[in-house]
């Protein structure tokens, strides 16, 4: 019934910048926090920054003074600014939701992922 759809993704040289989009879409009656996480090869995906319904931001230690979550409360759209980016930004970028529907309780969505990869 939510459908995450990521993009922005790709190949940058060190230094780069990158900036993720997701939008979300379907039967959404309110949406709570949204929130990128990423997990690298034989890595455990881990949180990069969240933002709250009212804006409020809480980042990953590693990501913090490069990247920049915000939202776009009326399109149901997260972006994930990404500056400075080292090599060990590599990794797999998935949009979290949580999301309450026209039917159902409030539940996490996730979409489908989208590939950055930093080059040294």
């Known amino acids: 019934q939510v459908q995450l759809v990521e993009s922005g993704g790709g190949l940058v040289q060190a230094g780069g910048s990158l900036r993720l989009l997701c939008a979300a879409s379907g039967s959404i009656f309110s949406i709570n926090a949204m929130g990128w996480y990423r997990q690298a090869p034989e890595k455990q995906r881990e949180l990069v920054a969240v933002i709250s319904s009212g804006g409020s931001t809480n980042y990953a230690d590693s990501v913090k003074g490069r990247f920049t979550i915000s939202r776009d409360n009326a399109k149901n759209t997260v972006y994930l600014q990404m500056n400075s980016l080292k090599p060990e930004d590599t990794a797999v970028y998935y949009c979290?939701?949580?999301?309450?529907?026209?039917?159902?309780?409030?539940?996490?969505?996730w979409g489908q992922g989208t590939q950055v990869t930093v080059s040294s």
């Open positions: 979290n939701a949580r999301v309450r529907t026209t039917t159902l309780p409030l539940n996490d969505y």
